[in-house]
């Protein structure tokens, strides 16, 4: 594997979850590769420090993966940007690629 080309992310289903609450959730966009490690969060500078955590993400084809999204408590509701992470295999064109769903999800009480 080599240069991994730009993802994006058209949706999140369901684009409304909980907080205090454990969801199952599906990503559809382009660009995601098989073999490949891929993260997401809603805070690129110190992931799930905001209560928000994404785990278990899974490749589901090119234009789908799957995960769960844990929201803890005392998470601060509204709509957040959802970023992508797709990891690379080395240096240059091939250290990763991102992606940046702004207001996709939103957490409320």
């Known amino acids: 594997m080599g240069f991994v080309s ?4 058209t ?6 979850v909980g907080i ?7 990503i559809f966009g382009t ?13 690129l500078v110190n ?16 234009g789908k993966l799957s ?3 844990v929201v803890r408590n005392g ?11 797709i990891d690379g295999t080395g240096p240059g064109t091939d250290s990763g690629a991102f992606a940046f769903c702004p207001n996709c ?3 409320s009480n």
């Open 47 to 62: 992931p799930g420090a905001d209560g928000i955590e994404f785990v278990d993400v899974k490749y589901e084809g090119p």
């Open 75 to 85: 998470t601060a509701p509204g709509s957040k940007q959802v970023n992508l992470i």
């Open 11 to 16: 949706n999140i289903e369901p684009p409304v």
């Open 20 to 26: 205090g609450a454990t969801t199952e959730i599906v």
């Open 6 to 9: 730009s993802p994006t992310i």
């Open 105 to 107: 999800m939103t957490f």
């Open 67 to 69: 995960a769960t999204v």
């Open 31 to 43: 660009g995601f590769v098989e073999g490949l490690v891929h993260s997401l969060n809603t805070d």
